[in-house]
Nanobody
Framework: VQLQASGGGLVQPGGSLTLSCTASVRTVGIYDTAWFRQAPGKEREAVTADRSGGTTFYADSVKGRFTISRDKVKNTMYLQMNNLKPEDTAVYYC??????????????????WGQGTEVTVSS
């Protein structure tokens, strides 16, 4: 499985940005997908996860602001980010794994990764 992420950039606090991640295979019903991020000097952390096109999970820090979704026709997942804050600045990675029970926010449980796209929130 190959993942291609895009959509990062510079945005002002309070602004919005949508990240995209296109997979080389069909993911709905087969793969769990997730978005992680890594800020400078920090460990990679989970942002949101989608259980093979069903249940979604969000980190407390982004609940109500970020939304994960998928387009099953385009094999593309999206991360809609609203009301962005400076602390959201990081490199964002999309990830996928074969449908698995639990551990949706565990970095070590994902085997396929996109190349990362940088998001900077600054005035």
């Amino acid at each position: 499985v190959q993942l291609q992420a895009s959509g990062g950039g510079l945005v002002q606090p309070g602004g919005s940005l949508t990240l995209s991640c296109t997979a080389s295979v069909r993911t709905v019903g087969i793969y769990d997908t997730a978005w992680f991020r890594q800020a400078p000097g920090k460990e990679r952390e989970a942002v949101t996860a989608d259980r093979s096109g069903g249940t979604t999970f969000y980190a407390d820090s982004v609940k109500g602001r970020f939304t994960i979704s998928r387009d099953k026709v385009k094999n593309t997942m999206y991360l809609q980010m609203n009301n962005l804050k400076p602390e959201d600045t990081a490199v964002y990675y999309c990830a996928a794994r074969r449908r698995t029970a639990g551990y949706f926010f565990d970095v070590s449980k994902y085997y396929y990764w996109g190349q990362g796209t940088e998001v900077t929130v600054s005035s």
